[in-house]
Every structure is written in C-alpha cells, then in structure tokens.
C-alpha cells in the first residue's frame, strides 16, 4: 500500500538544539500531519497542512515548533529550541483529501532530548 | 471540544472470544469515525472505518457501531486471535480537520 517515509527513525540530541524531523508524504497526497506519542500511549494531534498553510495546531504545538513543505519536497518538523518533554515519537501523516479520510502514517521518529 | 475518550485502556481475552472498546466524542459535528491497530515499534495503520451516515459496518471479523444520538462508538472483535493483540485506537474528525484519537487500548488475546 500507499508508504509514508519518516527519516531519521531515530534523533538524539542535547536540550536547546534544534532539530527537524523530515516526511516523505506519499506522492499525490495533499494533505500532511504530525501526531506526537510517548510511550506507545496516546497519539496526540500536533498540527496539519494544507496547501502550503498549516490549517489546524493544537497546544501542544508551541511556538518553537514550524512546519513547511518546500517546493512539494519532504514535509518537515522543527523543533527550535528543543526542551526535555519533546522526547517522543513523533509520526508523520499523509491523506488525499483531508482527515475524514484514511490517514497513512509512517513508521515514526524517536526524539529523544538530553 | 475535540476530545474522544476511550475504555477500556487494558483489555485481555481468551483466544476464540469477542473484544469491544468503546469511545465517545465531544463534537456532534464529526463526521468520520476511524479505528487504528499498531503493533509494537510499528506505525499505526487502519483496520475499519465508519461514516455518520451509517450506524453498523462488518468486515472480516470487525465490527463497528455508531450511536450518533448518544456520541458513542465501538470496535468489537469476533473470534479473537493472537495476531489481534495490539494497541487499538478510536479516532473521529469532521470534514478536512485532522482526526483526534483516543487514548489507545492494548489488547491481549491469550492462546
């Protein structure tokens, strides 16, 4: 079926850094998602978008988090700076048109901050 | 609000007998009730979905309803096997907006 590619599967890196977290949404999906899970618990809705716009963001997504998607190349997280409690996995998502539609997730990122 | 709560969180059965998880929804306004399965160290995946204008969908061996009225739908496993433990989460969005899940059961079926 239809993959999503998440690189790298796994970051380490120090608190206060920055990272950015790339997606390879699949090819003629027009709308892009990231869920974050800690511990294999809930997955909790970050963001999405649309078009070159984010649509829709939650609290948890802060100020020192941006999404972009240059020239319809990897769909991209940043975290700047990082902080301790952005340890997770975060999953990148892809659909055709829109969430009332089968969500393709890929297989994750662990971030872990130090 | 956008939150969809789920139960049990922690749900054991025999091989060969039925699981159901519940869940329920904040806005009446959604339209779109999926249901995700991820194994361990895997990216969750869809199993079943079902619509608002439908109230029951059957496809090997699962089972979804949906009780628009009372805000509330459920997964229900028939005939459960090994294969079938996982983590198991409800989600439901409306239109273009992102789905919300809930916070996940782990099934396990014992053989």
């Known amino acids: 079926g239809p993959k999503v590619l998440q690189i790298p599967s796994h970051q380490i890196i120090d608190m206060g850094q920055m990272v950015t977290l790339n997606c390879d949404p699949v090819?003629?999906?027009?709308?892009f998602y990231w869920y974050k899970q800690i511990l294999g618990q809930q997955m909790e809705f970050l963001v999405n978008?649309?078009?070159?716009?984010?649509?829709?963001k939650s609290k948890l997504f802060k100020d020192q988090f941006s999404v972009e998607r240059p020239d319809g190349s990897y769909f991209t997280l940043k975290i700047q700076p990082t902080a301790l409690e952005d340890s997770a996995v975060y999953f990148c998502?892809?659909?055709?048109?829109?969430?009332?539609?089968?969500?393709?997730f890929g297989a994750g990122t662990r971030l872990s901050v130090l | 609000g956008e939150q969809v709560e789920q139960l049990p969180s922690i749900l054991r059965v025999q091989e060969g007998s039925s699981a159901s998880i519940n869940c329920t929804y904040e806005?009446?306004?959604?339209?779109?009730f999926p249901w995700y399965k991820q194994e361990p160290g895997e990216n969750p995946k869809l199993i079943i979905d079902i619509r608002s204008n439908m109230e029951r969908k059957q496809t090997q061996g699962l089972i979804v309803l949906l009780d628009k009225k009372a805000k509330r739908f459920s997964l229900h496993i028939t005939d459960t096997q090994p294969g079938d433990s996982a983590m198991y989460f409800c989600?439901?969005?409306?239109?273009?907006?992102?789905?919300?899940f809930g916070a996940g059961t782990k099934l396990s079926v014992k053989p």
């Open positions: 806005n009446s306004a959604s339209n779109y």
């Open positions: 998502a892809s659909s055709l048109t829109g969430g009332s539609n089968t969500l393709y």
């Open positions: 978008f649309y078009n070159g716009k984010v649509m829709e």
């Open positions: 989600a439901a969005s409306r239109d273009n907006n992102a789905p919300r």
């Open positions: 090819s003629n999906h027009l709308y």
